[in-house]
């Protein structure tokens, strides 16, 4: 398949990579359209009051691929319309693999990530989202160390890439055109060959106070917090069944909001 790639990590991401090594082993044909900067937390933001530049990147990924200092939507958007070759028709967009799960109602809305598949799914194609479940001691390494990921992140890292290769046919093949699905797919830490999948509805999460206090300047900085799950037993959730170490695929039909009670 021709598939366009982005994320919320920045073209610089290894995680990134990981998946785009993982399709172009599979025999996909790749199409990389992914931020200059980290885009994390942005949702599907664009940027409507100033120029998007996008450039040819200079690393070398092994397929085409640009660096667009925008969001996620930006770069999908922008890429459809602009910068593949005229004779490639996309298949579907792929986003990720994000740095950290996209798990539960509270956060969902807010990834960069899946806003970027969303952006696919607004242009009418099959979209899918992975992201990678983390521990706090994993993520701070990640952070201070620049991204360098340690050998036994790569192992969990290699698994849930080649995990989400399998999985892009399945997910595009079940995927009708102009549904406004997002296929919304979490990997668990961590992740293995035999890692089942486990079919999830979004957890229902309250995440309130995400910025703290004032400080002398008048500012407010953000603070990370799980929330509080306030999720009933079932149907298994997405954030249960990453902590129960299953990989955790949700469907996000964006057609059925607003749908009238039957």
């Known amino acids: 398949m021709?598939?366009?790639?982005?994320?919320?990590?920045?073209?610089?991401?290894?995680?990134?990579?990981?998946l785009t090594h993982a399709l172009r082993a599979e025999g996909h044909q790749l199409y990389i359209a992914a931020p200059k900067t980290e885009q994390s937390w942005i949702g599907c933001a664009k940027s409507r009051l100033r120029p998007v530049a996008s450039a040819v990147s200079s690393r070398d990924l092994g397929c085409h691929a640009w660096t667009i200092d925008g969001t996620p939507s930006d770069c999908v958007s922008i890429a459809l319309a602009h910068l593949?070759?005229?004779?490639?028709?996309?298949?579907?967009?792929?986003?990720?693999?994000?740095?950290?799960?996209?798990?539960?109602?509270?956060?969902?809305?807010a990834s960069g990530t899946i806003a970027g598949a969303w952006e696919g799914a607004v242009h009418g194609l099959p979209a899918i989202a992975f992201s990678q479940d983390l521990t706090a001691a994993q993520f701070e390494a990640l952070r201070a160390s620049g991204h360098h990921v340690g050998t036994e992140l790569q192992h969990t890292l290699n698994a849930s890439?080649?995990?989400?290769?399998?999985?892009?046919?399945?997910?595009?093949?079940?995927?009708?055109?102009?549904?406004?699905?997002?296929?919304n797919v979490n990997f668990p830490?961590?992740?293995?060959?035999?890692?089942?999948?486990r079919r999830t509805v979004p957890a229902k999460v309250i995440v309130p106070g995400l910025f703290g206090p004032a400080d002398d300047d008048g500012t407010h900085r953000f603070i990370f917090k799980l929330g509080e799950d306030i999720s009933p037993s079932e149907p298994l959730t997405d954030r249960a069944a990453i902590e129960a170490g299953f990989t955790s695929h949700t469907v996000l039909d964006y057609s059925a909001l607003g749908e009238n009670p039957r």
Do not use: M, Q
């Open 2 to 18: 021709n598939l366009l790639v982005t994320n919320d990590d920045g073209i610089d991401s290894p995680f990134l990579h990981a």
């Open 84 to 109: 593949l070759p005229s004779e490639v028709k996309i298949d579907a967009v792929i986003a990720g693999i994000n740095i950290g799960r996209n798990a539960s109602l509270g956060f969902i809305l």
């Open 161 to 183: 890439a080649r995990h989400a290769a399998r999985l892009v046919p399945e997910l595009v093949a079940a995927t009708p055109a102009r549904r406004f699905i997002v296929h």
């Open 189 to 197: 830490t961590p992740c293995a060959a035999d890692t089942p999948l």
